[in-house]
Nanobody
Framework: QVQLVESGVGLVQAGGSLRLSCVAS????????MGWYRQAPGLQRELVAR??????NYADSVKVRFTISRDNRKNTVYLSMSSLRPEDTAVYYC????????WGQGTQVTVSS
């Protein structure tokens, strides 16, 4: 059974930092890209960052402030977020591909002003 389990404390003040983790298990085959999406209330789900091999991509709104990294031995992807803003408030979802795309259950991140 494929599972993507996200973790990370979700309440922080504006300007603060937070790190999310996601562990993938139960996958057959090599995991291709891993990444993070987010969905704020009333908005569409959007790509935040993804990593494949040594290459990373970021949404323009998070460049410089967020860093995605990956530990292949642990099938774990991280999202380090700094200089958080209230507009970063959203449910954050982890994804992993084999190449079928799997989603985590989501974790709430709330940035208070």
């Amino acid at each position: 059974q494929v599972q993507l389990v996200e973790s990370g404390v979700g309440l922080v003040q504006a300007g603060g930092s937070l790190r999310l983790s996601c562990v993938a298990s139960g996958m057959t085959g090599t995991i291709g890209h891993m990444g993070w999406y987010r969905q704020a209330p009333g908005l569409q789900r959007e790509l935040v960052a993804r990593i494949i091999g040594g290459n990373t991509n970021y949404a323009d709104s998070v460049k410089v402030r967020f860093t995605i990294s990956r530990d292949n031995r642990k099938n774990t992807v991280y999202l380090s977020m700094s200089s958080l803003r209230p507009e970063d408030t959203a449910v954050y979802y982890c994804v992993a591909s084999t190449p079928r795309l799997y989603w985590g259950q989501g974790t709430q991140v709330t940035v208070s002003s």
